[in-house]
C-alpha cells in the first residue's frame, strides 16, 4: 500500500520542511534579503501592527474570493509573485507551480529567470492564466524577441520590474558563493539560439522604454516595484494598466519601507485610475484582507510557493495556495464582507 507523505500544516513548518530539505545555499537563496535584511523583516513585521476591525451583523452570507484585474479573473486574490529558478526546489520546477496555480484558480506570474521555457509552462497547465514577468533588456530587439515567445505562449499581461537597474547584493548568497545555477539548468527564456543571455538589469532603462514596450505589445502592462507615490503618475501617463507595489521582498535596495506602509499613498495617488496590488510579507488569510481593506485590488506571493514547492512538489505548492484561500473566505466572513469589495480602511487598526 503507497502512502501519500502529510504535508505541513503552516506556513512556517512549510518553511521548515522546506529548509531541511534544500541544499543550504539554495534555501539561502529563496530566503534571503539585501543587505541587513531590514526591509526583509518590515515587510512581514507591518502585517502584525496592524489589527482587524470587523464588522458585525451585515448578514453577508458565504463570502466569494474571486476578483477582476487586467489580466484576466482571479478566483481569489491571491497571485503567485515571479521567482526565479523553481528547478532548485523541484524538478518539475515553474510546471508545478503553473498546476499548483491552475489548481487554485489563480494566476501565475512566470519569472523571466524560470528555469522551464514559458511555453513549457504553459503547455503543462493550459488552463492556468500565466502573467509574464519581463525585465527590460537594454538590447531592446531580444527584449522584443522574449515578448513574443510569451504572446506566444498565451500570457495574458506583461509584468515588467522596474525596481532593479541593479541587482541587490544579498549577503547570504555571498557568503555561500552562490552566483550561478546548477549544471542542467539555466534560465529558458533567456535562449538566444544556442547560446543562453545573461539576464542584463540595466540603469539605462527609463520611461521611454515603457512606451516602447507599449507600442509592441497590446498586452496589458502591470509595473512591478512601484513605491514611492511620485512615480505613480507617470506609470499612469505611460500607459500602466496596473500598479504592484513591491520591494521585491526585500531584495534590493534594503531599508525601504514595509510595502503594506506604502499601500496607502499609491493607492490615493493612483485615485482609482489603475488597480494597485501588492507582494511583500503575504503570509496568512489575515495579511491578505489587510491588504484589500486599504486598497489593494489583489496580493501576490513569493517565498511561501517556494516553500511549499520544496517541501511537497506540484501538491505542496497547490497546499499552499489553497490554504490561503481558504484563509481568506474565513478572514472575509468573519469580518462580516461579502466579497473583499465589503472591505474598507475603517476595518483594519494600526496597534504600534
Ligand atoms: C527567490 C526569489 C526569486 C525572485 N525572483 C524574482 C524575479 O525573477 N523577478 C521578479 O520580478 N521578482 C522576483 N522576486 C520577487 C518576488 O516577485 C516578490 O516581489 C517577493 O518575493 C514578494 O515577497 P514575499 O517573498 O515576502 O512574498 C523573487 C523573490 C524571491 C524570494
Ligand atoms: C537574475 C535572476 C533574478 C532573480 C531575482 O529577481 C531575485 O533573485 O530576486
Redesign the pocket.
Known sequence: MSTVPRLPATPREFEEEARARLDPAHYD????GAGDEVT?RA??AAFRRLALLPRVLRGAGEPRTEVALPGGRAGMPVLV?????HRLADPEGERATARAAAANETIM?V????TVGVEDVAAAAPEAVLWF?L?IQPDMPFTETVVRRAEAAGCAAL?V?V??PARGVRERELAHGFHDLPDGLCCENLRDGAAVRPIVMSPDIGWEHIDRLRRMTDLPIVL??IMNPADVRPAIEHGAAAL?V??????QLDTLPA?LDMLPPVVAAADGAVPVLL?????RGTDVVKALALGAAAV?????V?WGLAAGGERGAARVLAMLRAEVREALALCGCASPADLDPSMVRRTC
Do not use: C
Open positions: 537563496y529563496f530566503a534571503g526583509l515587510n512581514e509573485a515571479p521567482t526565479a529558478f506570474m519569472s523571466m529567470a524560470g514577468q525585465y509584468v520590474t525596481d532593479s512591478k516595484g504592484l513591491s520591494n521585491h521582498g526585500g531584495r510595502t507582494d511583500g510579507g503575504v503570509r501576490a506571493v513569493g517565498r511561501p517556494l
